[in-house]
């Protein structure tokens, strides 16, 4: 049984530099009713922003958000493996923003809550590469690893336009394309959660 946590970061109105950095955890997936994990697409609220803001930071509000992967194998005919994957998502209690609140703490909240979003999608985007692979049971460990890598870098590529696009949330136009998006692209992976 092993299990992957990736935590991430994501500043507001700085370039994003996402920690990609997976850390070997003894705590499971939590999982759903029917055993896959829980991926979890909610709204955000300041109430969610416990952490302690960071008082030398020029910046209103830091979401972080972790992906954590836990899975099994077992060995299937001619070297290949039958592997079973849990994902959950959440939102950190690293996370905070400045009080008092911000005066654009409406516009900030939606622009933080497409930072979650890209959790929602790096787990839907990894459940759905792991459910089209063909698993050699030699490298079971290191092909979860890559998928794992690759839904990330996919991420971390998409969050660093999304920061640049929507100029940290302060370009109401593009934040309302990329909400679209956020909705859109949810709405197509959903069925892999």
Same mark, same amino acid.
């Given at each position: 049984r092993h299990a992957e946590t990736c935590p991430m970061r994501a500043p507001l109105r700085i370039p994003l530099y996402l920690l990609a950095v997976a850390a070997l955890s003894l705590s499971p997936a939590p999982l759903s009713a029917d055993g896959t994990g829980v991926i979890e697409r909610r709204m955000l609220s300041w109430s969610d922003f416990v952490g302690t803001q960071d008082a030398a930071s020029p910046y209103d509000a830091y979401t972080w958000w972790t992906v954590h992967y836990d899975y099994t194998w077992t060995a299937g005919p001619a070297g290949s493996a039958d592997v079973t994957v849990t994902v959950s998502n959440r939102l950190s209690e690293e996370s905070w923003v400045r009080r008092p609140l911000p005066p654009n703490q409406v516009s900030l909240?939606?622009? =933080?809550?497409?930072?979650?979003?890209? @959790?929602?999608?790096?787990?839907?985007?990894?459940? %759905?590469?792991?459910?089209?692979?063909?698993? @050699?049971?030699?490298?079971?460990?290191?092909?979860?690893?890559?998928?794992?890598? !690759?839904?990330? =870098?996919?991420?971390? !590529?998409?969050?660093?336009?999304?920061? =640049?696009?929507?100029?940290?949330?302060?370009?109401?136009? !593009?934040?309302? %394309? /990329?909400?679209? /998006?956020?909705? @859109?692209?949810?709405?197509?992976?959903?069925? /892999?959660r």
């Open positions: 909240l939606r622009h =933080e809550q497409g930072h979650y979003d890209f @959790s929602v999608l790096v787990a839907l985007d990894f459940r %759905r590469a792991v459910a089209g692979t063909r698993f @050699s049971a030699a490298l079971v460990d290191q092909t979860l690893a890559d998928l794992f890598g !690759a839904a990330l =870098e996919r991420c971390k !590529a998409l969050e660093l336009r999304y920061d =640049e696009e929507t100029a940290h949330g302060a370009d109401p136009e !593009a934040q309302a %394309r /990329w909400n679209a /998006w956020f909705e @859109s692209e949810i709405r197509r992976l959903w069925e /892999w």
